[in-house]
């Protein structure tokens, strides 16, 4: 990992800006989820309808804390299975409506480099796929590129870490509606294993 690359990705992230970088799935686009401007950016470059919820990154269950309802579940699903994301309902208004109004889907990147970079800035950030909406996950910044070649000069930084493994996208659990969004990785019977049949 380069640390000179990181701190200059995390100045970006702190003056409001957006970057591409490499997640635990495919490459990301992200910003500071705090941030409404940069938010805004997000969905343009993405083209991505604005009734589309973002889902997020933090570093630690202790930052979720401050932005949801944290759940007994929750904590012991995000122990379990690193890279699992979890909706949770939404407290205070630190995070733009335009993210999700009632409720935010957070994960914890088993990527260190993600994981670094909402550390480092000490904010949770967007992390949606790096693409055009409705085009494939791009696994290398190449496919970043061809992929968001209108919006290139609105991403402010590229934080290249090779070709990434093309790993399924992250299993995503609603505790607020009580429900499995979606399987990748992490299926159906661990989770109900885990949480003794209770969602």
């Known amino acids: 990992m380069d640390i000179n690359a990181l701190r200059k990705a995390v100045k970006y992230i702190q003056q409001g800006g957006i970057l591409v970088y490499p997640t635990d799935t495919c490459y990301g686009l992200g910003c500071d989820a705090t941030n409404p401007k940069a938010i805004e950016k997000i969905y343009r470059i993405k083209e991505r309808e604005k009734n589309k919820p973002l889902p997020l990154i933090a570093s630690s269950i202790e930052m979720i804390e401050k932005y949801v309802f944290l759940e007994e579940k929750a904590i012991k699903l995000f122990l379990a299975f690193p890279g699992i994301s979890v909706s949770l ?3 205070g208004n630190a995070i733009p ?15 260190e480099v993600s994981r670094k970079l909402s550390e480092m800035s000490n904010k949770p950030l967007v992390s949606t796929s790096a693409n055009r909406s409705g085009d494939e996950p791009p696994y290398s910044i190449e496919e970043v590129k061809i992929s968001l070649k209108n919006f290139i000069k609105d991403i402010d930084f590229f934080l290249d870490g ?38």
């Open 89 to 91: 309902r939404k407290k």
């Open 162 to 199: 090779g070709v990434l493994d093309k790993n399924p996208p992250s299993t995503i659990i609603d505790l607020v509606d009580g429900k499995i969004e979606r399987i990748g990785s992490i299926k159906e019977k661990q989770i109900r294993d885990l949480l003794e049949g209770h969602l």
């Open 97 to 111: 409506d335009t993210v999700n109004r009632e409720k935010i889907a957070f994960r914890i990147p088993s990527n």
